[in-house]
């Protein structure tokens, strides 16, 4: 049992900001990557921005230099600050990580549930 739990989004005006948080927990040894995706309707689920255990991170061209991914080891927590909002921002966006597991060899991935963003003109 792992899992992520996603909070923070919301509606908000063009321009604006928002801070997603995801949560891993349950039966976890290392998490190799957490990462955000985020799914418009009638679209495809796309990368917003990826973060090794190692912090190195990525962003899609679409959001670079208005979106930053960052991560607490300690809580097992990915964060996406979220800046300069635009329309075409509102979509799902979904948490996703690759997990190691106590209880069984290998490495798993793992998506949250989402939570929705909307921004608005």
């Known amino acids: 049992q792992v899992q992520l739990v996603e909070s923070g989004g919301g509606l908000v005006q063009a321009g604006g900001s928002l801070r997603l948080s995801c949560a891993a927990s349950?039966?976890?040894?290392?998490?190799?990557?957490m990462a955000w995706y985020r799914q418009a309707p009638g679209k495809q689920r796309e990368m917003v921005a990826t973060i090794t255990g190692g912090g190195t991170t990525n962003c899609a061209d679409s959001v670079k230099g208005r979106f930053n991914i960052s991560r607490d080891n300690a809580k097992n927590t990915v964060y996406l600050q979220m800046n300069s909002l635009k329309p075409e921002d509102t979509a799902v966006y979904y948490c996703?990580?690759?997990?190691?597991?106590?209880?069984?060899?290998?490495?798993?991935?793992?998506w949250g549930q989402g939570t929705q963003v909307t921004v608005s003109s």
């Open positions: 996703y990580a690759i997990v190691q597991r106590l209880d069984i060899m290998g490495s798993y991935q793992y």
């Open positions: 349950g039966n976890i040894f290392n998490i190799n990557l």
